[in-house]
């Protein structure tokens, strides 16, 4: 497993939030007592926190959840379990066996990589002048990657840390923008129960390129795709995305 839900969405308020904020001392506490709070009710919660229940059923809705009770649900369904990938009694074969996993999987990106489709991106790329690049956690370290590369071939892009602040961003956009979203499971619109752009009509939209290493069903307004064969392992994120990323650099450098 690579991330549930609910450390997608407590770590990004971790990662975007300022240190101390009401709603980063809350994830704070639920992600280090887990089994504690699974228990407990949302006065509880409260009061652990030092904070109003009204500041933790606020915290549920700005990370995207209906009220306290799905919070609940989800602290009762998560699996944060860690994968290890070597069993071998050394460093340096457990280091070596990670390697190989590391290895392999960013020989099936290239393996399975469509060029067709990564030139029509890096095509996108040139006519656009606005560009947001965009993940969730370790998927965003892939966006700030190719920020930093298109950065040095002289196009400016955007990118933000926080998911929320992603989210509206993509929502007030118009059809004058190109948003790039990385997201390893292909999971990262399915933290949005409503229509980003409700009524608006599909020219208004903007493009949309979802990269991804798992084939699924995406949202109408995802324009295009940009696939790789995964094994949806640990192993194999974000390196095969920060791959994909530093593909696109040089294809857009190239032409």
């Known amino acids: 497993m690579i991330y549930g839900k609910l450390p997608v969405v407590f770590l990004s308020v971790m990662a975007s939030e300022k240190s101390g904020s ?31 229940t009204g500041s933790v059923s606020r915290f549920c809705r700005d990370i ?15 699996d944060d379990s ?13 280091a070596l066996e990670y390697g190989k996993k590391v290895k392999h999987s960013i020989d099936l990106v290239t393996k399975t990589l469509s060029t067709q489709r990564l030139q029509e991106l890096c095509r996108d790329l040139r006519q656009y002048e606005k560009v947001a690049l965009f993940g969730l956690l370790k998927a965003e ?5 190719l920020q930093g590369d298109l950065w040095m071939l002289g196009k400016h892009v955007y990118t ?23 997201s390893y499971t292909g999971a990262y619109f399915d933290y949005q129960k409503e229509n980003l752009f ?16 798992r084939r699924k069903v995406f949202p109408e307004y995802v324009a295009r795709i940009l696939g790789f064969q995964s094994l949806q392992d640990q192993a194999g994120h974000p390196y095969q995305l920060l791959y994909v ?8 450098g190239r032409q």
Not at 162 to 178: P, V, W
Not at 245 to 252: H, K, P, T, V
Request: charged share 30%.
């Open 160 to 182: 933000n840390v926080s998911y929320d602040q992603q989210i509206e961003y993509i929502r007030q956009a118009g059809n004058d923008s190109l948003i790039l979203i990385f």
């Open 198 to 213: 409700k009524s608006r009509e599909k020219r208004e939209l903007p493009r949309i390129w979802m990269i991804s290493g």
């Open 82 to 94: 860690f994968e290890s990938h070597s069993s071998q009694e050394s460093p340096k074969e457990r």
């Open 245 to 252: 990323a530093g593909l696109i650099a040089q294809e857009y």
């Open 64 to 78: 995207g959840l209906r009220d306290f009770v799905e919070l609940r649900e989800l602290l009762n369904t998560t």
């Open 141 to 145: 370290s892939a966006a700030i990657h």
């Open 22 to 52: 009401t709603n980063s001392i809350i994830a704070d506490y639920i992600l280090n007592h887990m089994d504690e709070v699974k228990e407990l009710g949302i006065k509880e919660i409260a009061e652990r926190c030092h904070v109003g």
